[in-house]
């Protein structure tokens, strides 16, 4: 279309440049001659005009027509003969030129197809060779993988700002709630439409996990890094909104020089010891009491028979037997009572030795910084060491340092650390009326404070994971002070520390059971449009819809998507939801997508739909096929759903304008042939997202061999075709 807009003006402007020379020409010829030539020559015009004049515009037809044979037997032609050879070049190798034009261009595509051939040739021999190269490496990487998708517990792996890198399936149950498989790959899925975030490549763990979380272990990482500590893991747990606990370990991977590089998360669903932890508690409350029982009458029946050593036999025989079966009642209270302590200590929450020293300071640090406040800790032992959370304790503490400011408005202002007996006594003691039993209890009961993602525990979860108590305490010697205590059992050995994790070290080359740089990304840049098209995360999409006049009250009744990320499709991170359009679907519309009204029926309306793919989309590149009307379809649902899309768009039907501007036709089943891109399933919404995506893949080099090398580029061409026109 922009080719052909081209030529019509260049044979508008030859045929007027012709106009003014013949006019000219003439002008001059009429100035040559004497007065009764002119007469002569204007009398023979008058007499003969309808002759002058046919033959002009004869002569004026022959031009044009000459001007419209060259166009479409040579101009036309040698333009399609470049864009065909681009893409036999780059994308298509086993594409070949069909070209209708002049004996000397057909015989030049047939030249360049026999070159196709043989570059096809070569380049399966070189792609054979590189392929056997490579297997190893791949059957090497393949193993990686299938260790990594195994493992029990779920790993994640990401850069220094968060972005994830690498995760296994575990990670993904973990962090997500499930999908229920499908018998294939484009089938209809069961998405969480509530969820906040995802697990997927380049996306941010703190859409998550909370940020404060994961940073206060990298600075907890990062301290015993800095003091050379052998066990640099850090812990901490979360609690997910279907109340599931997850304990995360956190692991540091320097590079060469040993600076920071990533971390690694692993998780574990520790839920399950949780509970069992709980019934085991219950469990020794009851043994306790039964043991007290059987102790006492045994000791109570010792007593007598001493008291009255010369008693009758049979009155000692009933002794004996009582004594005899209160012994077999301990044996069999020990043999089915007490057989799983041994677990207790693994069903724990994740707690960590730290020095009660080093708290206290982490405790001013992250809840009063700027505050001045007295430490006391001359009364403790420098050794002495307590089993804890760092993250929750810290934030139980600070919780109950800002409902002091807060109800009674009163700061902290000394921090006190005692360790008489096996107990760890921390003190916070301010000048002021004191805290009664009644709202401590209150307290206890409510969610600590704060951003974290997941359901927030209350003062006294965080109190019992850690075995601890908090009461208010009075010392009698300074009445005008109040303080309240917390009680946290002391750790009485360490011994040698089990399961140490070490650090990580990326070496200086590759190593050598896999071939891919985990770490070497580009960096965000602060303007998306200047990023190259390869660097970018792509959202590639399609609808399917009732009819085709979104003002007109037609609605979408099923979304496809897939990610693109460094260029390749993601075929474990797409959606394929249908829509319950609340409304009847054409017989027309069916024909093209096969969805009736009975398969629409009760699932999910738009409303819940539109948010969770704003979700799926977000930070990434926007691209379909014809996405005008897909975007029109979106925006026509801002008000009813509050979501609006503010993401980059790219259109593969205008992409396809830029690059091959002498073909009219633009439809997505044409570039897939041109491209060498096979579509599985045809108006179906995930079905042609992937087709779209594999075109969009491929016009990258294409697009990078006519100087579109970033989005702003790519957005800019597009602007400039005749399809950026359409509205709808």
Request: aromatic residues 8%; neutral net charge.
């Amino acid at each position: 279309m922009k080719l052909n807009n081209k030529f019509w003006l260049f044979a508008v402007v030859c045929m007027a440049f012709t106009a003014v020379i013949a006019v000219t020409l003439a002008v001059l010829f009429w100035r040559e001659l004497n007065p009764s030539e002119q007469q002569l020559l204007m009398r023979l015009f008058k007499e003969q005009f309808w002759y002058f004049f046919s033959t002009g515009v004869f002569l004026f037809a022959a031009f044009g027509f000459t001007l419209d044979w060259f166009f479409r037997f040579y101009i036309l032609p040698l333009n399609q003969l470049i864009e065909e050879t681009q893409v036999m070049n780059t994308v298509n190798p086993a594409h070949r030129l069909k070209i209708d034009g002049s004996r000397e261009v057909q015989k030049l595509a047939k030249l360049i197809n026999v070159c196709g051939d043989q570059y096809e040739a070569a380049k399966n021999i070189i792609d054979q060779s590189v392929e056997t190269a490579k297997a190893k490496t791949e059957a090497e990487k393949n193993i990686l993988a299938t260790i990594m998708a195994e493992l029990t517990q779920g790993v994640l792996i990401c850069d220094t700002v968060g972005r994830i890198l690498l995760y296994n399936r575990q990670a993904q149950r973990v962090l997500n709630k499930v999908q229920r498989p499908s018998t294939s790959d484009n089938a209809e899925k069961d998405y969480d439409l509530e969820t906040d975030g995802f697990v997927g490549l380049h996306r941010s763990i703190y859409s998550l996990i909370d940020r404060n979380l994961v940073q206060y272990a990298l600075k907890d990482i990062q301290t015993k890094l800095d003091q050379k500590k052998e066990n640099v893991s850090s812990h901490f747990a979360v609690v997910t909104q279907n109340r599931r606990h997850i304990r995360v370990e956190t692991l540091p991977i320097l590079d060469e020089d040993k600076r920071f590089a990533g971390f690694v998360l692993i998780f574990s669903d520790i839920t399950h010891q949780l509970e069992h932890a709980s019934r085991l508690n219950q469990q020794l409350k009851r043994t306790a009491k039964n043991l007290r029982s059987s102790i006492a009458a045994i000791r109570s029946t010792v007593d007598l028979m001493i008291q009255f050593p010369d008693m009758g036999a049979d009155q000692k025989a009933a002794f004996l037997e009582n004594i005899a079966a209160e012994t077999q009642s301990l044996s069999r209270l020990l043999r089915t009572e007490l057989t799983e302590t041994a677990s207790y200590a693994n069903s724990r929450w994740p707690l960590s030795p730290i020095l009660a020293s080093e708290f206290i300071q982490t405790l001013k640090n992250e809840t009063m910084p700027n505050a001045d406040l007295e430490l006391d800790i001359s009364e403790c032992d420098s050794r002495c060491m307590i089993r804890v959370d760092s993250h929750s304790l810290v934030s139980a503490i600070g919780f109950v340092v800002a409902c002091l400011k807060k109800e009674y408005d009163t700061d902290c202002h000394r921090i006190r650390l005692t360790a008489p007996g096996n107990l760890v006594q921390i003190d916070l003691i301010w000048q002021g009326e004191p805290v009664k039993i009644e709202t401590l209890r209150q307290w206890s009961d409510r969610p600590l404070t704060g951003t974290q993602k997941g359901y927030p525990l209350s003062l006294k979860e965080v109190l019992d994971h850690h075995h601890a108590e908090i009461w208010p305490h009075t010392d009698k010697q300074k009445s005008d002070q109040s303080c309240l205590r917390f009680f946290i059992p002391m750790v009485q050995s360490e011994g040698v520390p089990e399961n140490i994790r070490h650090v990580t070290l990326l070496p200086k080359g590759r190593p050598e059971f896999y071939d891919f740089d985990l770490f070497d990304q580009a960096g965000q840049t602060p303007e998306m449009g200047q990023r190259m098209l390869g660097e970018l995360n792509y959202t590639v999409f399609d609808t399917e819809t009732t009819g085709l006049d979104p003002r007109g009250g037609d609605e979408i009744i099923s979304i496809g998507a897939i990610r693109v990320v460094n260029g390749r499709l993601l075929h474990t991170e797409t959606i394929n939801q249908l829509i319950d359009p609340c409304r009847s679907v054409p017989a027309e519309s069916i024909k093209y997508h096969g969805l009736d009204e009975s398969m629409l029926k009760g699932k999910p309306t738009i409303e819940k739909v539109l948010p969770f793919f704003h979700r799926f989309a977000q930070n990434t590149v926007l691209v379909a096929h014809n996405a005008a009307f897909d975007m029109r379809m979106l925006q026509m649902k801002e008000k009813a759903t509050g979501i609006r899309f503010v993401n980059p768009v790219l259109d593969t039907m205008h992409l396809s304008a830029v690059l091959h501007p002498a073909h009219n036709d633009h439809t997505l089943e044409s570039i897939a042939k041109r491209l060498g891109v096979t579509i599985a399933k045809r108006h179906d919404a995930l079905g042609d997202a992937i087709a779209t995506g594999e075109v969009f893949i491929k016009m990258i080099p294409l697009l990078n061999e006519h100087g579109i090398y970033t989005l702003q580029d790519a957005m800019t061409a597009s602007q400039r075709t005749y399809y950026a026109m359409r509205r709808y």
